[in-house]
């Protein structure tokens, strides 16, 4: 499969929106409709190529990926899309920073950035080592916020993290044991790691966490979902960020 395509409408339209000088070409592969409609319009505007796509393509995308990755839309990229972000998009928060470890479901990995992006996180970290690459379908997952946020791949959680330590961030571990969100000063300088499906965070990267977050369960289900963790923290940052705002403003 070709590592300079994207796939599905969000990631093709996001990619048309933020970066249309690097799209090639887009193909249609499915019926015509609203979407591929207004994919079809951003591609005119932009000058970029739009047309059906050749049935060798099609026999391709069916045989490797299936209608529920593409959803009729295909775009070529003149670069690989894995580290499409290098810049945070606007109004991201750069004393707002995420760190992934693990994370080895793709689905999960667009999920996370789906949320990171929604909540302006500044950056991502991506322990390359163990975690899913960011694939076609973590990007389609991700509804195009891959397109929108700053990823960085790293090779040592470790040494980020005390990098980041230097520069005055405090770091916060997820894991079922720490403190509830809301009870933590999440509002200055802070980084949320986040570990993978399995077994959370690596006891390496717990020690060295300032201290460990959690969203606590008051119901039968023992835990969340990485994903679902991660935004349920991410906006309780939020909150007391623009809490912290409106305070400022005020005196």
């Known amino acids: 499969m070709n590592d300079h395509r ?5 990631p093709v339209r996001e990619a048309l929106r933020h970066r249309p000088h690097e799209v090639v070409r887009v193909w249609s592969v499915g019926r015509s409709g609203k979407r ?14 739009f047309g ?15 209608d529920a990755v593409h959803n009729g839309l295909v ?3 003149q670069q690989a899309p894995a580290e499409a972000g290098s810049q945070p998009g606007d109004g991201a928060d750069p004393q707002l920073v995420v760190l992934l470890e693990d994370v080895q479901d793709p689905r999960n990995l667009g999920a996370i950035l ?18 899913a690459p960011i694939s076609p ?22 040494q980020e993290i005390g990098r980041l330590k230097k ?12 403190s509830a969100a809301w009870d933590l000063d999440l509002s200055g300088p802070t980084v949320l790691c986040f570990g993978g499906e399995a077994k959370g965070l690596r006891q390496r990267t717990r020690k060295l966490c300032d201290g460990l977050v959690s969203v606590p369960m ?14 349920a923290m991410l906006y309780e940052a939020v909150r007391q960020r623009q809490r912290l705002h409106r305070e400022g403003k005020r005196r």
């Open 75 to 77: 775009a070529e990229l």
């Open 114 to 131: 789906r949320v990171c992006e929604g909540a302006g996180v500044g950056k991502v970290l991506i322990r390359d080592r163990g975690s």
């Open 36 to 49: 591929q409609a207004e994919i079809q319009d951003l591609c005119r505007r932009h000058r970029v190529a």
């Open 167 to 178: 520069e005055g961030f405090w770091i916060y571990g997820a894991d079922a044991g720490g």
């Open 52 to 66: 059906p796509a050749p049935d060798s393509l099609r026999a391709e995308l069916e045989r490797k990926l299936g």
């Open 218 to 231: 008051r119901g039968h289900v023992e835990s969340l979902n990485v994903a679902t963790a991660a935004a």
């Open 137 to 158: 379908l973590a990007v389609k997952t991700s509804a195009g916020a891959a397109e929108w946020l700053a990823l960085e791949r790293i090779t040592n959680s470790g």
């Open 6 to 10: 994207i796939y599905g409408y969000h």
